[in-house]
C-alpha cells in the first residue's frame, strides 16, 4: 500500500500515531508559510492550529487525485487568507503610505540577506501588501485569482504588489547603507 494511503487511512480510523506523524510531517513547512502570511508567531500559530484542524476534519474528502504535500498546501493557504480576512481590511488607501518610487539597491543587497532578515522585511510589510505578495510570488497564483481569493479587483491585487516591491527595495536600500556604514 501507498505510504500516504496508509497515512490517510490511519488518521481517519483516529489512530494517534498516525495524526502525529502527519502533524509531524507536515508541521515546520506549514509553519513557514503560516508565518509569510500572519503578522506575528502567535498569530501564525493559531493559523498552524486552524490548518491541521481543517486538515484532520476533511481528510475523508482527499481523493489522492494529486499530491498529498499541494493538497495540505492549498488548505494551509485558505486557512491563512480566511484568518487574514477575518483580522484585517485588503482595501486599506495605498496613498495613506509614503512612497519612494525611486528607490534603488544593489543586487548584492539582496545576496547578502539571511532568509531570517528577507522574512522579517516580508513580515513588515502592511497586511493587504504582503498577502499580495505572498500569493503572487511566493505561491505564484495570478492577479486575477488573487482577486477572486480575496475579493478584490484584479488591479487591487496589482496595486497592491507594487507598493508591496517598493516597500521593500527601500528596506533593502536601508539595509545597504547600514552595512555600508558599519563596514
Known amino acids: 500500500m501507498d505510504p500516504d494511503h496508509e497515512l490517510i ?3 481517519l480510523n483516529r489512530e494517534l500515531d498516525s495524526q502525529n506523524k502527519l502533524y509531524q510531517r507536515f508541521a515546520p513547512r506549514m509553519y513557514g508559510l503560516c508565518f ?5 508567531e502567535m498569530e501564525a500559530n493559531d493559523i498552524l492550529q486552524n490548518g491541521f484542524l481543517r486538515i484532520f ?6 481523493r489522492f487525485n494529486g499530491s ?3 493538497w495540505v498546501r492549498r488548505i494551509f493557504i485558505r486557512t491563512a487568507l480566511n ?7 485588503y482595501s486599506k ?9 525611486h528607490a534603488t539597491f544593489s543586487e548584492d543587497a539582496v545576496s547578502i540577506l539571511s532568509t531570517k532578515e528577507l522574512l522579517a522585511i516580508i513580515q513588515n510589510l502592511p497586511e493587504g501588501m504582503r498577502t499580495v505578495f505572498n500569493l503572487f510570488v511566493i505561491d505564484g497564483y495570478s492577479h486575477e485569482e488573487i482577486g477572486g481569493m480575496l475579493g478584490i479587483s484584479e488591479g ?6 507594487f507598493h508591496a516591491k517598493v516597500l521593500i527595495k ?3 536600500q536601508y539595509l545597504e547603507t547600514m552595512r555600508i556604514k558599519a563596514d
Not at 476534519?57 to 482527499?62: K, R
Not at 484568518?83 to 481590511?89: F, G, M, Q, S, V
Not at 488607501?93 to 509614503?98: F, G, K, L
Open 68 to 70: 498529498l504535500d499541494g
Open 83 to 89: 484568518y487574514c480576512r477575518h483580522n484585517a481590511k
Open 93 to 101: 488607501e495605498i496613498h495613506e503610505i509614503d512612497f519612494d518610487h
Open 156 to 161: 487591487t491585487s496589482r496595486s497592491q504588489l
Open 36 to 40: 509569510r502570511y500572519a503578522g506575528n
Open 9 to 11: 487511512s490511519g488518521c
Open 57 to 62: 476534519s476533511n481528510l475523508h474528502q482527499y
Open 170 to 172: 527601500k528596506q533593502l
